[in-house]
Nanobody
Framework: VQLVESGGGSVEVGGSLRLSCAASGYTFITNCMAWFRQAPGKEPEGIAAIDSDGRTSYADSVKGRFIISKDTTKNILDLQMNSLKPEDTAVYYC??????????????????????RGQGTQVTVSS
């Protein structure tokens, strides 16, 4: 299983970015997928999760601003990030576990420990 993130970069406060995670060697059908991030000097934080039925869950810190989605035909997981803030600056990782039958809130809390993760992509929000 290989997960490869893309779409990170630098943006000003209030801007938007879209992250993508391309999965290979991985079946979306029975799976759990999520995004987590790690800021310098902080613990990793699960921020968005999606379960096999497409239900989603978000950390309070990003709720209403970030949207997680997946395209099972292309094996791509996306994270649309809007209204970005300086505190969103971090390395962002997609993570997956399979087989996995957790519902979205449980995926969110478990994402940091998932078996598969990408290499990470840097997001920097400047004021």
């Amino acid at each position: 299983v290989q997960l490869v993130e893309s779409g990170g970069g630098s943006v000003e406060v209030g801007g938007s970015l879209r992250l993508s995670c391309a999965a290979s060697g991985y079946t979306f059908i029975t799976n759990c997928m999520a995004w987590f991030r790690q800021a310098p000097g902080k613990e990793p934080e699960g921020i968005a999760a999606i379960d096999s039925d497409g239900r989603t869950s978000y950390a309070d810190s990003v709720k209403g601003r970030f949207i997680i989605s997946k395209d099972t035909t292309k094996n791509i997981l996306d994270l649309q990030m809007n209204s970005l803030k300086p505190e969103d600056t971090a390395v962002y990782y997609c993570a997956a576990d399979s087989p996995c039958f957790l519902i979205a809130p449980a995926i969110l809390s478990s994402a940091v420990g998932f078996e598969y993760r990408g290499q990470g992509t840097q997001v920097t929000v400047s004021s």
